[in-house]
């Protein structure tokens, strides 16, 4: 394990924030995991992976531990399925497409999300009426405290919208080593629910898809609409949709007829975060080098040397004029760093 000292963040986080890492690691095995936990370089630990759903807003005085262990294995298939352990460093589009090269169904909607397979399950990663627990069966992960590695099932992970264990209870306890998938190999069954999906291939003239079509119709979907984080600094959508009651979502449509909406159960209803940010004018919008995204509103952008404190600062202020507006709070979905 090599240790550097006073390394730029820039490069290891999709909003592109220059903060420094007081000492810095590359993890690229489970012993090197094992070795940097027991160093005690300094007292405190961070985990860095794809930096793909985190907002940095100063310097990282910590041993910082960049996860990028490697690897892909079928633990075990029938006719039917495979079960696919997958390292926490691969990229998670890449480790999508390899499957898809495979003709494995599951992951197609989740195509090109930013980010490294080992996170996905902190944030139970979602896009397109797909969410990660869908084809979920469980992840390894080690002990901060004691190096052990503990397997965590699907119910172990207490996944909700945007939610799991790990980003609650076990937050800060357990670094995910790897996540094992349940994937079809025939037989598949495309979810193309979401609307935009059905349109996509309608314009494309495809009536019955495959899986790489499903594919294909996000990948141009979430372009047309999502900067590249090469390009333009951005963590993806910012805010979670909020869900309403029943109660509450009445009221709500009876006031915005023309508000888009889903319907999540009997009892309550998913509002997209990025039509109330929208309609409160904030799309296309830049203050310094902080901005919205002129063709997502949920989207924050960094044109360049925007600190991680001028977009808490612009979050806050849309944050408020969305609850001024409609009487809905809207929270990150980023994690931030302070």
């Given at each position: 394990m090599n240790v550097q000292e006073n390394i730029s963040l820039k490069p290891y986080n999709t909003f592109g924030i220059d903060a420094k890492a007081r000492y810095w690691s590359e993890i690229s095995s489970i012993t090197d995991l094992k070795e940097a936990l027991?160093?005690?370089?300094?007292?405190?630990?961070?985990?860095?992976?794809?930096?793909?759903?985190?907002?940095?807003?100063?310097?990282?005085?910590?041993?910082?531990?960049?996860?990028?262990?490697?690897?892909?294995?079928?633990?075990?298939?029938?006719?039917?399925?495979?079960?696919?352990?997958?390292?926490?460093?691969?990229?998670w589009h890449d480790m999508v497409v390899w499957c898809l090269e495979r003709d494995f169904g599951g992951l197609e909607n989740l195509s090109l999300i930013p980010g490294r397979t080992g996170t996905a399950p902190i944030q139970n990663i979602g896009a397109y009426g797909i969410e990660l627990k869908d084809t979920f069966v469980s992840c390894?992960?080690?002990?901060?405290?004691?190096?052990?590695?503990?397997?965590?099932?699907?119910?172990?992970?207490?996944?909700?919208?945007?939610?799991?264990?790990?980003?609650?209870?076990?937050?800060?306890?357990?670094?995910?080593?790897?996540?094992?998938?349940?994937?079809?190999?025939?037989?598949?069954?495309?979810?193309?629910?979401?609307?935009?999906?059905?349109?996509?291939?309608?314009?494309?003239?495809?009536?019955?898809?495959?899986?790489q079509d499903v594919s294909k119709a996000v990948v141009a979907i979430r372009q047309s609409k999502l900067p590249d984080p090469e390009v333009l600094g951005n963590s993806g959508s910012f805010f979670k949709n909020p869900v309403l009651s029943k109660a509450k979502f009445e009221t709500f449509i009876s006031e915005h007829p023309t508000a888009k909406y889903f319907k999540v159960s009997d009892g309550s209803y998913k509002v997209p975060a990025g039509w109330l940010i929208e309609q409160c004018g904030f799309k296309g919008k830049r203050y310094g080098d902080a901005g919205v995204h002129k063709n997502q509103a949920l989207v924050l952008v960094n044109y360049g040397n925007a600190t991680g404190h001028e977009l808490i600062g612009l979050a806050q202020k849309i944050t408020e004029a969305v609850y001024e507006t409609f009487g809905i709070a809207i929270q990150p979905e980023v994690n931030i760093i302070k």
């Open positions: 027991r160093s005690k370089i300094h007292p405190r630990l961070f985990i860095l992976s794809g930096g793909s759903n985190m907002l940095i807003t100063q310097d990282i005085d910590a041993h910082v531990l960049y996860i990028n262990i490697k690897g892909k294995e079928i633990i075990k298939e029938d006719d039917d399925h495979v079960y696919l352990k997958v390292m926490a460093g691969e990229v390894e992960a080690m002990a901060i405290d004691d190096g052990t590695i503990k397997e965590f099932t699907k119910e172990d992970c207490r996944f909700g919208y945007r939610e799991s264990y790990f980003k609650n209870e076990g937050k800060g306890k357990y670094v995910i080593t790897s996540v094992t998938f349940k994937l079809s190999k025939r037989n598949h069954n495309p979810n193309t629910s979401y609307g935009a999906i059905n349109t996509q291939l309608e314009q494309w003239g495809i009536k019955e898809p495959s899986i």
